[in-house]
């Protein structure tokens, strides 16, 4: 944590950094007083009541003051040769009085492990060093998501979409980058590797056998994307539309898979349930959803199926390194 707040104070005071101890028992609390004192018109520490990430992440968004909003979780950091270009773009943005609603950087997996680096880049989708519409992006590899590493959003878009993320519920940084994108206008990427994602953990929440035990949380999120909204009738521009179903099949894929990882009675019971529940619920979104092999692979029938979608995950894990 400390080394997470250090990465962050070469921002200077044009930046606020909030530190939000939720509930916790192991010394965060007096770390955030720490730092508060030693700078205090930096960083502001808040004390809450234990209620998970997402309840951490709304407190922040509440509290926060400045134009522009970053989650930064405890174990990772920001570069800061990078950090700096982004402060310096944002300042640019902003003397011109332009509106930029999403700011978009690489992000870097650091893996325990190995002791490797993967940078995520978005140069071949996104327009580079300018203002631009959903309209102008192009084609996202099933790899580069937009996740809460690369985002940096403008603050009133947060508070305009209303975004509320459950608490005591993991994996809610699905949430964080799907719910507010249709409130967004103007995106801009500057191809810099701003985030540094410390991955590999045993106890990590993307951990295969984490996720296996905590899958009802997953499923609770997948749920809660699935009702956000009525793709792509409710998503005007096509472009974004397409994504937000890339990105919900991919969410949809990651569950399905996690069950059938669990291989239990129960575990497929309730991967034909959400299934079920999806084609209920949003007759069109799933079957646009279905469409292409992410869909296809992710309610398989039959055993061989089972074994193919299973297979698919261990060759992407092995070259994505997601988790």
């Known amino acids: 944590m400390r080394h997470c707040i250090e990465s962050l104070l070469p921002a200077g005071e044009e930046a606020e950094i909030i530190i939000v101890d939720d509930g916790s028992s192991d010394g965060t609390a007096d770390i955030a007083d720490e730092y508060a004192a030693k700078y205090p018109s930096i960083v502001k520490a808040v004390h809450q009541p234990n209620g998970g990430h997402g309840a951490a992440v709304n407190t922040g968004i509440e509290n926060a003051k400045g134009m522009y909003y970053k989650v930064v979780d405890s174990d990772d950091w920001l570069d800061e040769e990078s950090l700096h270009k982004v402060m310096n773009e944002l300042r640019s943005i902003i003397s011109r009085r332009k509106r930029v609603d999403l700011f978009i950087c690489n992000y870097v997996y650091e893996h325990v492990l190995d ?79 701003l985030y540094r994602y410390y991955i590999g953990r045993e106890d990590q929440s993307v951990n295969q056998q984490v996720m296996i035990s905590r899958i009802d949380q997953q499923i609770k999120v997948n749920e809660l994307m699935i009702d956000a909204y009525d793709l792509p009738s409710e998503v005007k521009n096509k472009q974004l539309a397409k994504y937000m179903l890339g990105y919900l099949a991919m969410i949809c894929s990651v569950t399905s898979i996690m069950l059938i990882l669990a291989n239990t009675e129960e575990a497929d019971e309730k991967r034909c349930k959400l299934w079920h529940d999806f084609k209920e619920k949003r007759p069109k979104t799933y079957r646009h959803v279905r469409v292409g092999i992410r869909g296809l692979i992710s309610n398989p029938k039959t055993k061989v199926g089972k074994k193919t979608a299973k297979q698919l995950y261990k060759v992407s894990r092995k070259i994505f390194k997601f988790n």
């Not at 690369?150 to 940084?173: M, N």
Request: include cysteine; aromatic fraction near 16%; charged fraction near 25%.
């Open 115 to 193: 002791h490797k680096s993967h940078v995520v880049k978005y140069d071949n989708a996104l327009p580079e060093n300018e203002i631009f519409g959903w309209s102008e992006i192009r084609r996202f590899r099933p790899d580069q998501n937009l996740l809460m590493h690369s985002v940096i959003y403008r603050t009133k878009i947060l508070r305009a979409c209303g975004l509320k993320l459950p608490e005591h519920t993991f994996y809610v940084d699905n949430l964080f980058v799907y719910v507010p994108l249709p409130y967004v206008k103007t995106l801009y990427y500057m191809n810099v590797d």
